[in-house]
């Protein structure tokens, strides 16, 4: 069964880093495209970040310079390094490969 | 960026026929937009329906289907069941960037 788990959301001060990881089994990590996506409460889906399986990488103008998606083979794990964080950064974030989502982890932003 | 557009509310009754479609700021989509489809149903997460135009993951029940039409990306729900009701959103690619439509909410009644 193709199963990711998101992980690492939380609490965090405008400013702050955090780290979301998405463990993934049954697909593999490296040779998928496995993106990102973000819900804000009460709002629609945004669209994050893609890791490509031949290593290129995109990023929403809204994220671009702030945060690094990257995937760890050994570990078979997405990873959203989340730098500078702002309040309209908070939002679940969801990843996945182009079938399947996880059930997201909650990120929220405030002082 | 380019805007990605939805009707934002759809209804259809059930065991009707119903075409969502995706449009373009950028103008005309095609299956080179890589577009998908997502179904969200309150509280749940998103997941995806269709991907790459017309690709059906294994749990998408066959009377959805994905396709472009009329310079658009369409999504066709065909003998609609109360269980489809839900907020349904496209995703079209740009150079490998993403963006998403704003969602249908599309009631079955």
């Known amino acids: 069964e193709v199963q990711v788990v998101e992980s690492g959301g939380g609490l965090i001060q405008p400013g702050g880093s955090l780290r979301l990881s998405c463990a993934a089994s049954?697909?593999?990590?490296?040779?998928?495209?496995m993106s990102w996506v973000r819900q804000a409460p009460g709002k629609g889906l945004e669209w994050v970040s893609i890791?490509?399986?031949?290593?290129?990488?995109k990023y929403a103008d809204s994220v671009k310079g702030r945060f690094t998606i990257s995937r760890d083979e050994s570990r078979n794990t997405l990873y959203l390094q989340m730098n500078s964080l702002r309040v309209d950064d908070t939002a679940v974030y969801y990843c996945?490969?182009?079938?399947?989502r996880g059930q997201g982890t909650l990120v929220t932003v405030s002082s | 960026q380019a805007v990605v557009t939805q009707e934002p509310s759809l209804t259809v009754s059930p065991g009707g026929t119903v075409t969502l479609t995706c449009g373009s700021s950028?103008?005309?989509?095609?299956?080179?937009?890589?577009p998908y489809w997502f179904q969200q149903k309150p509280g749940q997460a998103p997941r995806t329906l269709i991907y790459?135009?017309?690709t059906k993951p294994s749990w998408t029940p066959a009377r959805f289907s994905g396709s472009v039409l009329g310079g658009k990306a369409a999504l066709t729900l065909s003998g609609a069941q109360p269980e489809d009701e839900a907020d349904y959103y496209c995703?079209?690619?740009?150079?490998?960037?993403?963006?998403f439509g704003g969602g249908t909410q599309l009631t079955v009644l």
């Open positions: 890791s490509f399986p031949d290593g290129n990488i």
């Open positions: 996945g490969n182009r079938e399947v």
């Open positions: 790459d135009t017309n």
């Open positions: 950028t103008g005309a989509v095609t299956s080179g937009r890589y």
């Open positions: 049954g697909l593999t990590v490296r040779s998928d495209f």
């Open positions: 995703l079209l690619h740009y150079s490998g960037v993403g963006v």
